[in-house]
């Protein structure tokens, strides 16, 4: 299992040495949620400060847009760095232009999916993505509890990935901790955001070992 941190849970009047923090403790991606106050009801930070932050480490960015217009941006966060750019098929963007437009760039590509939308609506884009993202709370603030009913969902993904040999990683979203992880697990998940879980506990690095191992 891949451990990405969420950088929402962070101390932002140190974000690159937050980072280097959860760089040194193991972290594999750095999930950095974008937020525009329109798609979802919480604001955060966009691309300028992606790129700000993007020489304090190697790893993997991981850019979850929670944005009206996805599309719109793309190659702002392709400039500032993103290695992987996920945005919501609930969106106004067109998804096929969306995905097109992000590999163009020479990037990775996945969409995600609020709680009430059915895995189904992802099936026809999975032999154009690199990864899908399950959100398993409401999208828009961290520290929420995790939604148990959201593992169906991820087996039923992870049955047609494998039904049709595809090469796409699951990702899930959204209140993952010690209590779930195990579960995500099972269900076919690789790679699981946790925010909450890695920067309250006193050791970051031992909570994403823990993680792990779980
Ligand atoms: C929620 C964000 C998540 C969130 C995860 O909209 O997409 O990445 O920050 O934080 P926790 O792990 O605290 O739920
Ligand atoms: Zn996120």
Partial sequence: ???????????????????????????????LDVMDGHFVPNLTFGAPVIKYVRPFTDKVFDVHLMISEPLKYIDDFCDAGADLITFHI???????????????????????????????????????IDLVLVMTVEPGFGGQSFMADMLPKIRELKSEIDSRSLNVLIEADGGIG????????????????AGTAVFKADDPAKAIAQLKSL
């Fill in 178 to 193: 010690a209590g779930n992880i195990a579960l995500c697990r099972e269900a076919g998940v690789d790679v699981a955001v």
């Fill in 90 to 128: 609930e969106s106004d963007s067109d998804p096929v232009e969306t995905i097109k437009k992000i590999k163009s760039r020479g990037v990775k590509a996945g969409v995600v999916l609020k709680p009430n939308t059915p895995a189904k609506e992802a099936f026809e884009y999975l032999d154009m």
């Fill in 1 to 31: 299992m891949l451990i990405a941190p969420s950088l929402l849970s962070c101390d932002f009047s140190k974000f690159g040495a937050e980072i280097k923090r959860m760089d040194a403790a193991g972290a594999d991606y750095m999930h």
